[in-house]
């Protein structure tokens, strides 16, 4: 979901997925996260989810021998968030509101770091 975020087969057959999936639990907890470019991040939940491992380790969730559920969950919210922006730009709107919608839709707080 970031620039040049790559993973890694090893002989073993343990795939290391970089961030490309995040647990159930931050994907509850923070619902909305950076996507440079979804078309390519949709793409990559359906080479993950077609692939077979001894063991999935992402970055943002527990190693597990299979990770089809947690891409199903990940791909879910991405659908979910963009449904909602969609919804939130029926009429014209300035980015600003739209992402303070969207936070307060999720209950979601932003401090100046975040931001920029």
Known sequence: HFFDMVGFRMPDGVVFLAD???SRETLDKYAVSFIYDMG???ETLDMVEGMEAAMF???HAEASADVKELV???RDK???VAEKILSIC???ICFERILQEVFKGYGLAMN????V
Request: charged fraction near 20%.
């Open 57 to 59: 380790v992402p970055a």
């Open 112 to 115: 100046f770091e975040q931001y």
């Open 90 to 92: 029926r009429e014209p």
């Open 40 to 42: 390519a991040y949709l």
């Open 72 to 74: 199903c969950c990940n």
């Open 20 to 22: 490309c999936i995040s």
């Open 78 to 80: 991405v659908h979910e």
